[in-house]
């Protein structure tokens, strides 16, 4: 069975930081571009950032939201991605969540990823 569980939410300052991981299990992992979606109660699931599949250092892309202050990056030979998550704000707290796309190329769509994990509580304080 394909299982991803993320790790490394809490409870964090605003302008503070937080590293996210997410690691996998039952696939290939450097097969899939990976993906990191968030959600708050009462709104759709959103994009946050990707990066694309394969052994190379991969191509990344994020939300604007978050350019510049996120980076998503991954380590085939843990199969984990991680978001390394700086300045945050207090907009930036929702359950985050990671997800798996075959061959993917790091997009945006939330219905190009097959696979999903359960998600982390990131709660940013003012």
């Known amino acids: 069975q394909v299982q991803l569980v993320e790790s490394g939410g809490g409870l964090v300052q605003a302008g503070g930081s937080l590293r996210l991981s997410c690691t996998a299990s039952g696939l290939t992992f450097s097969a899939y571009a990976m993906g990191w979606f968030r959600q708050v109660p009462g709104k759709e699931r959103e994009f946050v950032a990707a990066?694309?599949?394969?052994?190379?250092?991969?191509?990344?892309n994020y939300a604007d939201s978050v350019k510049g202050r996120f980076t998503i990056s991954r380590d085939n030979t843990e199969n984990t991605v991680y978001l390394q998550m700086n300045s945050l704000k207090v907009e930036d707290t929702a359950v985050y969540y990671c997800?798996?796309?075959?061959?993917?190329?790091?997009?945006?769509?939330?219905?190009?990823?097959?696979?999903w994990g359960q998600g982390t509580q990131v709660t940013v304080s003012s």
């Open positions: 997800a798996a796309d075959l061959r993917g190329q790091g997009g945006s769509r939330k219905d190009s990823y097959e696979y």
């Open positions: 990066i694309s599949w394969g052994w190379s250092g991969g191509r990344t």
